[in-house]
């Protein structure tokens, strides 16, 4: 294996790894928050902030996977 | 990976000059555009590197002092007109998502905070506009000349995150000593009274050392995210197809400037809140 084809490997790997958590767990925050709406459903600005905020949070390790694949990638 | 290049060099040899126009860089050749994760030096002050990034920075504080001169100074004025209406509504509903976090203590941590908002805010949307990143100067560097953007997304560059993490981290710690007294407030992280308080100390030290991190890499990457988003779909498709993906980018761009506020007002209103 080359120098070149292992750091395409490891571009790839590192985000497609990486972006497994994350899927799963801003899938379960999107249930819980639809779940917490049918139950109450007056709450719902309070629930959208809070559940924009929490998909950031999941959001930031697909994140991290991803800045360090394009480190990877371009330097 | 050199024959895949030059399938794509025969392929794409329009679009391939026209990239070669704008970009003539270094020893790719293969007419990938090309992206730089740092943020170049366009120029020089005395000793300091002025990048395009910071350039950009300087231009987006010049918006923002405008735009907030004109507001303060419509304040007094009797007949406002819609701008400043605009921007009492903007600023109004930023307040009320502060208040369901802080309370009463909004209106005091209300300018910081809105300040963080607003100002990621224009650097996300100002990273957005035509001729960011594509318009392309000339400069002389070690010798050789290298083609470098004018203007680059402020939040596309780590050490901008980094300072915009730093801040928001530091005044976390100042606030906390200044509602708690020093003595409370450190307690949080020297505590001798029990092996186990004594360890959860540590373990909020590196919290809060995680906590700049955290807020400077999300930014960053969102945003730089973003940037190598558009432009390979515009190198893929270059008609129209970047479209939907510049509204995402615009909603990204609003949701990271609320993220970045809203998380500084959870934090604060941790740091100034006692426990136990």
């Known amino acids: 294996m080359t120098a070149d084809a292992a750091k395409l490997i490891a571009t790839a790997l590192s985000i497609a790894v990486g972006a497994i958590g994350p899927g799963i767990g801003i899938g379960m925050i999107g249930a819980k928050a639809v779940e917490a709406l049918g139950r109450n459903p007056e709450a719902e600005s309070a629930i959208r902030t809070t559940m924009i905020l929490a998909i950031a949070f999941a959001e930031a390790v697909a994140i991290y996977a991803l800045v360090v694949s394009l480190i990877i990638k371009f330097t | ?276």
């Open chain 2, 1 to 276: 990976m050199s024959e895949f290049k030059e399938i794509t060099n025969t392929s794409n040899s329009i679009s391939e000059k026209q990239i070669e126009i704008e970009s003539p860089t270094k020893e790719h050749k293969s007419g990938f555009p090309e992206i730089s994760i740092k943020a170049e030096p366009i120029f020089h002050l005395g000793n300091f590197k002025v990048t395009n990034s910071l350039f950009t920075a300087v231009i987006v504080l010049i918006v923002f002092f405008l735009l907030a001169f004109k507001y303060s100074k419509e304040v007094a004025l009797k007949k406002k007109s819609g701008f400043f209406y605009f921007f009492n509504m903007i600023i109004k509903s930023i307040y009320d998502i502060f208040y369901s976090v802080l309370k009463e203590k909004t209106e005091y941590f209300f300018p910081l905070l809105g300040a963080y908002f607003l100002f990621v805010l224009f650097n996300n949307w100002f990273g957005l506009l035509p001729g960011v990143g594509s318009i392309m100067i000339k400069i002389v560097e070690h010798g050789k000349e290298l083609t470098v953007p004018l203007l680059r997304g402020n939040n596309a560059d780590l050490n901008t995150t980094l300072v915009l993490g730093l801040v928001s981290v530091t005044s976390i710690q100042y606030f906390g000593v200044k509602y708690l007294g020093f003595g409370t407030y450190i307690k949080k992280f020297l505590d001798f009274s029990n092996p186990i308080n004594f360890f959860v100390g540590i373990l909020e030290i590196v919290s809060e050392i995680s906590k700049v991190l955290s807020f400077s890499f999300r930014l960053f990457g969102n945003i730089f995210a973003g940037e190598v988003l558009l432009t390979i779909v515009a190198f893929l498709i270059p008609v129209a197809a970047s479209f939907p993906f510049l509204l995402l980018e615009i909603f990204v761009g609003l949701v990271q400037a609320l993220v970045f506020s809203m998380l500084s007002a959870v934090f604060i209103s941790m740091a100034v809140t006692k426990h136990h």
